[in-house]
């Protein structure tokens, strides 16, 4: 069973910037492609970038220039570094993952808030 597990959420004024971490309790050269996603509150959950095993990054066009996702699979982990950061940004941001027989897993969450 694959668990995930987020950091680094918490509030930030607007302009700045915030690294999301997500650890991985299983090798993550197991994984196949891993992604985050956000929910803001009445809103659905939308996916903000994903990157797959290869390394290559794919963005929603919202935060493209602004947001950068990475993964570091010797260290079983994921990352989220977020820069500019605006209001509309405020969010539960989500892990999640897809190993290679197609089972997908998910994170609880944490939350950002971009606020002065």
């Known amino acids: 069973q694959v668990q995930l597990v987020e950091s680094g959420g918490g509030l930030v004024q607007p302009g700045g910037s915030r690294r999301l971490s997500c650890a991985v309790s299983?090798?993550?050269?197991?994984?196949?492609?891993m992604g985050w996603y956000r929910q803001a509150p009445g809103e659905q959950r939308e996916l903000v970038a994903t990157i797959n095993s290869g390394g290559t990054p794919t963005y929603v066009d919202s935060v493209k220039g602004r947001f950068t996702i990475s993964r570091d699979n010797g260290k079983n982990t994921m990352y989220l570094q977020m820069s500019s950061l605006k209001a509309e940004d405020t969010a539960v941001y989500y892990c999640h993952a897809r190993d290679y027989w197609g089972r997908a897993y998910w994170g609880q969450g944490t939350q950002v808030t971009v606020s002065s």
């Open positions: 299983s090798r993550v050269g197991s994984i196949n492609t």
